[in-house]
T-cell receptor, first 111, second 113 residues
């Protein structure tokens, strides 16, 4: 059974600060996806990383996939209250197969 | 918006009852996956349907069953509801030939009393 562990589980910071969320596994994934979820809604895809060592930037968000494709990180620069939400990482074992989700990191950015 | 729709939005049932949840996939997508998300946790894979057949199943009992229709929409059926079945049920659509990207609907919140 492949497992994904996210850390920390909860993060509370002030507006303008930086934060990093980690997603780790002992297994290799063909790709890894990051989602953000608002209360009562479905997860919204932020990015998909496929290649080991890949770095993707989405405005103030930077995503990195580990060289061995077992871990990933999400870094937010100068966080804003609109970044508040549940951040989920999910790994795919093969094309079109199920996603294995981490437990999520709840981020609260206070104004 | 992802183009994936789910109904109903909310549902309240009692123990032992049966429930059917529905999902319409995004245009051009032929694969639907269902996930259960308990409060405060990440989603857990229930099963996936491709071309009207089950294409992978997670660690859920047989009382969780599904269907996919020729238009690629899907249903999730749960029999003999238990209190622990209370959760947000999410469906996600994708093209099985894609790089694994799945697009989620808004979910159905099921409460079992």
């Amino acid at each position: 059974t492949q497992l994904l562990e996210q850390s920390p589980q909860f993060l509370s910071i002030q507006e303008g600060e930086n934060l990093t969320v980690y997603c780790n596994s002992s297994s290799v994934f063909s790709s890894l996806q990051w989602y953000r979820q608002e209360p009562g809604e479905g997860p919204v895809l932020l990015v998909t990383v496929v290649t080991g060592g890949e770095v993707k930037k989405l405005k103030r968000l930077t995503f990195q996939f580990g060289d061995a494709r077992k871990d990933s990180s999400l870094h937010i620069t100068a966080a804003q209250p609109g970044d508040t939400g549940l951040y989920l990482c999910a790994g795919a074992e093969a094309a079109g197969n199920k996603l294995t989700f981490g437990g999520g990191t709840r981020v609260l950015v206070k104004p | 918006e992802t183009g994936v729709t789910q109904s109903p939005t909310h549902l309240i049932k009692t123990r032992g009852q049966q429930v059917t949840l529905r999902c319409s996939s995004q245009s051009g997508h032929n694969t639907v996956s269902w996930y259960q998300q308990a409060l405060g946790q990440g989603p857990q894979f229930i099963f996936q349907y491709y071309r009207e057949e089950e294409n992978g199943r997670g660690n859920f009992p047989p009382r969780f069953s599904g269907l996919q229709f020729p238009n690629y929409s899907s249903e999730l059926n749960v029999n003999a509801l238990e209190l622990d079945d209370s959760a947000l049920y999410l469906c996600a659509s994708s093209r099985i030939q894609s790089t694994d990207t799945q697009y989620f609907g808004p979910g159905t919140r099921l409460t079992v009393l």
